[in-house]
T-cell receptor, first 112, second 111 residues
């Protein structure tokens, strides 16, 4: 069966520090991968999606970047965090045949 | 993807059916209706999806009107654990790489 994992689960970082969140999917090949962010009390915002290795589409201009170095690995990064980067970050993949999205456990980032 | 409209919040008594409406008046013929829910501090969870016919699974039932302009998600016997934000999304099955979530409906199940 397919599984998706994210880490770290929680992170407290100072403003200006770098960030790396990692997501891996198991049990499927060539998945479409997504990064979403949810600020406190807000809705889910699609940040990036990827349809293959090295293929990244950005949905909103921002302080973050994404990379897909391997088929089932998706990384969210920042060189210098801002206070506004705080939030709950979710990685997801979707089944191509049914369109269902499956989410990871999430990474909660607090920038101080 | 077609825009969907949902009420911001609803209440339901524990043990009763929860009926969550969704309007998608501009939905095209090939767009499916998907429902997800998000329990606090967790990622969204897929519930059900459908195109034209009513659908039922172990979690819920989906009723789509004949003109497909609206749908209703039914939780037949709501429990306290069903308290969550429910999202209705209209989306193409294939070729639609992005799933955009709206504000959803916050369902409160009360004892």
């Amino acid at each position: 069966s397919q599984t998706i994992h994210q880490w770290p689960a929680t992170l407290v970082q100072p403003v200006g520090s770098p960030l790396s969140l990692e997501c891996t999917v198991e049990g499927t090949s060539n998945p479409n991968l997504y990064w979403y962010r949810q600020a406190a009390g807000r809705g889910l915002q699609l940040l990036f999606y990827s349809v293959g290795i090295g293929q990244i589409s950005s949905e909103v201009p921002q302080n973050l970047s994404a990379s897909r170095p391997q088929d089932r690995q998706f990384i969210l990064s920042s060189k210098k965090l801002l206070l506004s980067d705080s939030g709950f970050y979710l990685c997801a993949w979707n089944r191509v045949d049914t369109g269902e999205l499956f989410f990871g456990e999430g990474s909660r980032l607090t920038v101080l | 993807d077609a825009k969907t409209t949902q009420p911001p919040s609803m209440d339901c008594a524990e043990g009763r059916a929860a009926n969550l409406p969704c309007n998608h008046s501009t939905i095209s013929g090939n767009e499916y209706v998907y429902w997800y829910r998000q329990i606090h501090s967790q990622g969204p969870q897929y519930i059900i999806h459908g195109l034209k016919n009513n659908e039922t699974n172990e979690m819920a039932s989906l009723i789509i009107t004949e003109d497909r302009k609206s749908s209703t998600l039914i939780l037949p016997h709501a429990t306290l654990r069903d308290t969550a934000v429910y999202y209705c999304i209209a989306k193409f099955l294939t070729g639609g790489f992005k799933t955009i979530f709206g504000a959803g409906t916050r369902l409160f199940v009360k004892a």
